[in-house]
T-cell receptor, first 114, second 114 residues
């Protein structure tokens, strides 16, 4: 079975550019999570969706970040305009939802903003 | 608020030996779930083991087992017969509530000496 699929795997761009990260959750999973991982701050939850609806976006750092989930099989995380401090690894994870269900992670996108 | 503490930033173990990674958490909930995730240098986040708080029996997955002490709010991971491939960062995580949102510890880096 296919796991969580993220694209691109690596992204290098100049500051001020728009960045779009993509995620395809595991089929049948109805919860989707976006994380950011840095050496300084560790693993941070940015936002999560339940049945395509954003439930908690309190981790989104600022208005430059936005996330959408137009259907059950696709989500995007967008940064506009990007800044060097946004450089990090961004993970998408999905789960079947409900208490105690494990999250399954994608391979992450390594984002470098020059 | 729930917190997860991994107080040891690094540990080292000799190949074929046993190592225990510590994790404590703080919660007022009685029904919750605990997880250990492994992140090797390839940066994938891999689920290692899951424990339900209402179960007294410690979870076991092959060479991985947990020592769950509910009263002490402790959830340590024991790796037996350590292998070179066990070298990774290990994250302890906690889940409660009506969804599968996780609270992660800061992680511990495990190195395995040949």
């Amino acid at each position: 079975d296919a796991g969580v699929i993220q694209s691109p795997r690596h992204e290098v761009t100049e500051m001020g550019q728009e960045v779009t990260l993509r995620c395809k959750p595991i089929s049948g999973h109805n919860s989707l999570f976006w994380y950011r991982q840095t050496m300084m701050r560790g693993l941070e939850l940015l936002i999560y969706f339940n049945n395509n609806v954003p439930i908690d976006d309190s981790g989104m750092p600022e208005d430059r970040f936005s996330a959408k989930m137009p259907n059950a099989s696709f989500s995007t995380l967008k940064i506009q305009p990007s800044e060097p401090r946004d450089s990090a690894v961004y993970f998408c994870a999905s789960s079947q939802g409900g208490k105690g269900q494990p999250q399954h992670f994608g391979d992450g996108t390594r984002l470098s903003i020059l | 608020a729930q917190t997860v503490t991994q107080s040891q930033p690094e540990m080292s173990v000799q190949e074929a030996e046993t190592v225990t990674l510590s994790c404590t958490y703080d919660t007022s909930e009685s029904d919750y779930y605990l997880f250990w995730y492994k992140q090797p240098p390839s940066r994938q986040m891999i689920l290692v083991i899951r424990q339900e708080a209402y179960k007294q029996q410690n979870a076991t997955e092959n060479r991985f087992s947990v020592n769950f002490q509910k009263a002490a709010k402790s959830f340590s991971l024991k790796i037996s017969d350590s292998q070179l491939g066990d070298a990774a960062m290990y994250f302890c995580a906690y889940n409660t509530g009506a969804n599968s949102k996780l609270t992660f510890g800061k992680g511990i880096t495990l190195s395995v000496r040949p």
